[in-house]
């Protein structure tokens, strides 16, 4: 369950304050996954930051019975000057991992990103999908209850693109996700439930097929 109580989230912009939520109360219901749809600029992100932690609201909170990830995808914020296994060491002893199962997991983090000797340089020299790759591995090392993917897309070629869903898919037995994606095809394949962030509203829609057809009505 997902409960947000009251919650405002706004930004200050030279053309006033920009609102991505204002006094929202709404509940996402168990067990289900959840497509984030809105135009660009509305504050898709900012809510995956708001739900995983990362950010706070200005006012109000958000309740959850989850266990949730930090937001994967092409603009996270793993450490650039560190490399790929200094960045996985320092998320594995924040997860509260014993050390002596570190060591185990940074090799399956290496064998499943596929990154080679580009495992032990500095993350400011991987190209987006090399990037995106780790990020998805770190993730995966973990158990959550609950994934958010905000614009990952396809990770890597064909054959690393079927090895990651098929990881996702074992971690969906006992998780959910929660998605960002301009491609609505994915969001309709992956996803049971909608909601439509628009001009500081969350509205909540029972299909995905429901909630992009009231997207579209706002082009």
Same mark, same amino acid.
Not at 29 to 45: E, H, L, M, T, Y
Not at 54 to 76: Q, R
Not at 163 to 179: E, G, P
């Given at each position: 369950?997902?409960?947000? +109580?009251?919650?405002?989230?706004?930004? %200050?912009?030279?053309?006033?304050?920009?609102?991505? =939520?204002? *006094?929202?109360?709404? /509940?996402? #219901?168990?067990?289900?996954?959840?497509?984030?749809?809105?135009?660009?600029?509305?504050?898709?992100?900012?809510?995956?930051?708001?739900?995983?932690? @990362?950010?706070?609201?200005?006012?109000?909170?958000?309740?959850?019975?989850?266990?949730?990830?930090? #937001?994967?995808? $092409?603009?996270?914020? $793993?450490?650039?000057?560190?490399?790929?296994?200094? *960045?996985?060491?320092?998320? @594995?002893?924040?997860?509260?991992?014993?050390? /002596?199962?570190?060591?185990? +997991?940074?090799?399956?983090?290496?064998?499943? &990103? !596929?990154?080679?000797?580009?495992?032990? =340089? #500095?993350?400011?020299?991987?190209?987006?999908?090399?990037? &995106?790759?780790?990020?998805?591995?770190?993730?995966?090392?973990?158990?959550?209850?609950?994934?958010?993917?905000?614009?990952?897309?396809?990770?890597?070629?064909?054959?690393?693109?079927?090895?990651?869903?098929?990881?996702?898919?074992?971690?969906?037995?006992?998780?959910?996700?929660?998605? +960002?994606?301009?491609?609505?095809?994915?969001?309709? %394949?992956?996803?049971?439930?909608? +909601?439509?962030?628009?001009?500081?509203?969350?509205?909540?829609?029972?299909?995905?097929?429901?909630?992009? !057809?009231?997207?579209?009505?706002?082009?």
């Amino acid at each position: 369950m997902i409960r947000f +109580v009251n919650a405002t989230k706004s930004f %200050r912009t030279r053309h006033g304050r920009k609102y991505v =939520m204002r *006094n929202v109360n709404l /509940e996402i #219901p168990s067990g289900v996954n959840v497509a984030f749809i809105g135009r660009n600029g509305a504050g898709k992100s900012t809510i995956l930051r708001l739900l995983a932690g @990362c950010d706070i609201p200005d006012e109000g909170h958000i309740e959850t019975t989850y266990a949730i990830s930090w #937001p994967m995808g $092409l603009a996270n914020g $793993l450490q650039s000057s560190l490399t790929g296994r200094e *960045n996985a060491r320092f998320v @594995c002893r924040i997860m509260g991992m014993p050390e /002596e199962e570190i060591d185990g +997991v940074l090799a399956w983090i290496r064998k499943f &990103s !596929e990154l080679g000797d580009y495992f032990d =340089m #500095p993350i400011r020299t991987y190209s987006s999908g090399m990037y &995106s790759r780790l990020n998805f591995a770190v993730s995966m090392a973990f158990d959550f209850d609950c994934y958010i993917f905000d614009e990952m897309g396809a990770v890597g070629d064909q054959d690393f693109h079927d090895k990651s869903r098929q990881v996702l898919q074992a971690k969906q037995d006992d998780s959910i996700i929660i998605k +960002v994606s301009h491609d609505l095809d994915e969001l309709k %394949r992956d996803c049971d439930v909608a +909601v439509l962030v628009h001009e500081g509203n969350l509205t909540l829609f029972d299909t995905v097929e429901a909630g992009v !057809e009231a997207y579209l009505a706002l082009q």
